[in-house]
């Protein structure tokens, strides 16, 4: 499932066929660190086991469940949720052990304001400007998908708005923000990077992003 690279210096405490389980937590202002198990499965699926005092009957929570166990309940888990590494208390959102959960269609189907899809860039094959979709729709997500297949795309094909190959294209600097919740600037990380969901995906396209989620959104 992970690499030896991808759990260097993580807290592992049991490596099987289909999951591995780690050291968690969740710290709260009021009721200070609470200790579990978190348990991720090739599924997709997260299990925690609390252990915030011996003898902690919750063996089997989900990670918001968990993260309102621990006494936060602001609904942001990825962010609250973290593992040891390197001794270091280091949240969800930042490692690679949500790859899993993020990649499953069961998850894809329930889109939430913590998991978003990135501005991207599309270069015109007249005048090699890139010109900037937004993806916080469906109907936005269509707009990128369809100008993505057009091998002749260009600036006056942008559905959303009158451009031509005249108007200026987005400084470097500004290009460089693609809209992600974790970093302004980020290069791609589990909160903004979907691996097809039913927002991005669409059922009267056969491209091969569009299949392979249909195919496993009915497995």
Not at 151 to 159: M, R
Not at 194 to 203: A, I, L, Y
Request: charged fraction near 30%; aromatic fraction near 10%; hydrophobic fraction near 30%.
């Amino acid at each position: 499932m992970f690499s030896e690279e991808e759990l260097r210096d993580m807290s592992v405490l049991q490596r099987g066929d289909d999951f591995v389980e780690v050291v968690c937590g969740c710290t709260s202002r009021r009721h200070g660190d609470a200790g579990a198990r978190l348990r991720i499965f090739k599924s997709g699926e997260l299990k925690i086991a609390c252990e915030c005092y011996h003898g902690c009957p919750e063996d089997n929570l989900s990670p918001f469940a968990f993260e309102k166990h621990a006494g936060k309940e602001n609904n942001r888990w990825k962010h609250n949720i973290w593992v040891f590494i390197d001794g270091y208390k280091v949240p969800l959102i930042k490692t690679t052990l949500l790859k899993f959960y993020n990649m499953s269609p069961k998850n894809a189907k329930r889109p939430h304001k913590l998991v978003l899809h990135r501005d991207e860039f599309i270069k015109c094959t007249k005048c090699s400007k890139r010109r900037r979709f937004y993806r916080r729709s469906k109907n936005e997500c269509r707009s990128y998908h369809d100008a993505l297949a057009n091998a002749n795309f260009q600036c006056s094909d942008i559905p959303f708005d009158k451009f031509s190959c005249d108007d200026a294209e987005e400084r470097a600097s500004r290009r460089a923000c693609k809209g992600c919740l974790r970093s302004p600037t980020c290069g791609g990380c589990t909160s903004c990077v979907c691996f097809g969901c039913e927002v991005c995906c669409f059922s009267d396209c056969d491209c091969q992003t569009c299949i392979d989620f249909r195919e496993n959104t009915n497995a």
